[in-house]
């Protein structure tokens, strides 16, 4: 008797660990400010936007260009730092047409646009009244942000910015690197004064500039990175975010503004951390509806431009976009433009491609969710309103088999934007439908699901 009541007391404790946990990963991207700002809550009008557009464009872009080798991380590598610095004063790119690269994101299928508007190089992409180390300062005499702002209004596309937290060229930002002597892997202390108290000017430079992105350009959400290295912390994280929102409640701020993020999964690490969004890096982020998050990926091997660098087949693009959107994320394709202003034509190209796709079966992607289907090797799941999509990466041979949840039936099926019904039968909640030997798209095909009932709330399966 006393052994069975200890168990059920076990089990009641287990039951209450099990709750909280859940609360709290229900609770983890939603948090906006973080533990320090328990009532900034992410604004949900906000991120709905971001999620509902699903796809958007990376622009890794600078004065390195000129050289073609990475943004940032070549500075003291493959190119000297005097020199590197210096490259702004050759920086011309006469063929920049703002609305040629908005309308390549939108033929693209893209829905909104993300630009380094400074990376850990710490030269400004905009006429700043805060640094000399800017594009008022280049033969080209003139920020691109207005005109691209501008575009994007036009053309209907969200406007966001990159900005790195740590500045390798900024004289206050106190972590040096790259480091000849390694003093970059050693923790340092950021209670010391003397550095604490540049690190405090090196803050007010971020703020000035950031304010003034907010007040000149209007960007609907901030990119941050670069939140990694000792000299930036939790407090500082947390502070920047209610700053930010405190100057436009509609920002939309991703997990790198703080130290949650957890490597390149880019996961945040717990409820406790800053930010509005997770950031898995050059990989499709695990299956997560709950909590909001968008993938990095570029469309060739490098983020900034480099002649010949070879670019991912299209379909791998394509594939690339529906697993992050059957996963429950977004997919930020990175593109690099070239130093002259333009994106290279085979970029073009391959985006056109993917925006052909789209074209067809953005129905399955936009304003959509993921799941409720888990992602397998063959196929991945959105849905929206009583509709379930199901994007075929390869070719099932014969008959798709998925289990449906208690409650839902299927009322027809086809493929999106074919008018014949595919035959299908349910047995003990297995759902099987009958496939043609050929699918009708090579890149991925797409079967619609009508069900008997809204979608939305489905427990994934
Ligand atoms: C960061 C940037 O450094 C990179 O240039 C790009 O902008 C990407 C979107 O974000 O990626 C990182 C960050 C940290 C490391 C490598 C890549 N790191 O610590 O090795």
Redesign the pocket.
């Given at each position: 008797m006393e052994n069975h009541k200890n168990k059920s007391m076990a089990l009641k404790q287990l039951l209450v660990v099990f709750l909280l946990i859940t609360q709290f990963s229900f609770a983890q991207n939603s948090n906006g400010g973080g533990e320090a700002n328990p009532d900034l809550k992410t604004n949900e009008q906000a991120l709905k936007r971001f999620q509902d557009n699903r796809f958007g464009m990376?622009i890794?872009w600078g004065p390195v260009t000129l050289r073609g080798t990475?943004?940032?991380?070549s500075r003291g590598k493959e190119v000297a730092i005097d020199e590197y610095d210096n490259l702004y004063k050759e920086f011309n790119p006469v063929l920049f047409n703002a609305n040629d690269w908005v309308k390549t994101a939108k033929d693209a299928g893209m829905k909104y646009i993300v630009l380094?508007a400074r990376?850990?190089d710490g030269f400004s992409l905009w006429d700043s009244k805060f640094t000399d180390y800017d594009m008022k300062n280049t033969p080209y005499g003139k920020g691109v942000l207005k005109e691209l702002a501008a575009a994007c209004k036009e053309q209907n596309i969200d406007f966001g910015l990159?900005y790195?937290i740590c500045d390798w060229h900024h004289q206050d930002y106190p972590v040096v690197y790259p480091d000849k002597d390694y003093k970059f892997h050693i923790e340092k202390d950021i209670t010391d004064p003397a550095t604490k108290e540049k690190m405090d000017r090196y803050i007010t430079y971020m703020k000035n500039q950031l304010k003034e992105l907010i007040e000149d350009y209007n960007p609907t959400l901030f990119w941050f990175?670069?939140e990694?290295e000792w000299a930036w912390t939790h407090e500082m994280g947390m502070d920047l975010y209610a700053y930010l929102r405190g100057l436009n409640d509609n920002l939309l701020i991703n997990n790198?503004i703080d130290k949650g993020r957890e490597g390149?999964a880019g996961t945040t690490k717990s409820y406790k951390y800053a930010g509005d969004y997770a950031?898995p890096?050059q990989e499709i982020g695990k299956y997560d509806v709950t909590n909001a998050w968008e993938s990095?990926i570029t469309i060739a091997n490098q983020?900034?431009w480099k002649a010949n660098d070879q670019l991912k087949p299209t379909k791998q693009c394509i594939q690339t976009l529906v697993q992050t959107a059957g996963g429950g994320g977004n997919l930020l394709l990175?593109v690099g433009p070239m130093a002259d202003g333009r994106i290279e034509q085979r970029q073009i190209d391959r985006l056109k491609e993917i925006g052909t796709w789209l074209d067809l079966y953005g129905e399955a992607i936009y304003g959509t969710r993921g799941g409720p289907f888990l992602p397998t090797e063959t196929i991945v799941s959105t849905h929206k309103n009583d509709k379930i999509y199901v994007h075929l990466l390869k070719n099932p041979e014969g008959n798709l088999e998925v289990s449906l949840p208690k409650g839902y039936k299927v009322k027809k099926c086809y493929f999106l934007n074919q008018t014949d019904f595919l035959t299908f039968e349910l047995k003990k909640g297995k759902l099987r439908i009958s496939l043609p030997e050929t699918l009708p798209n090579a890149n991925v095909s797409v079967l619609v699901l009508e069900m008997n009932k809204s979608t939305e709330g489905m427990e994934p399966i």
């Open positions: 990376f890794h990475e943004i940032s991380w380094t990376h850990h990159y790195t990175d670069g990694w790198r390149m950031t890096e990095c983020w900034a990175n």
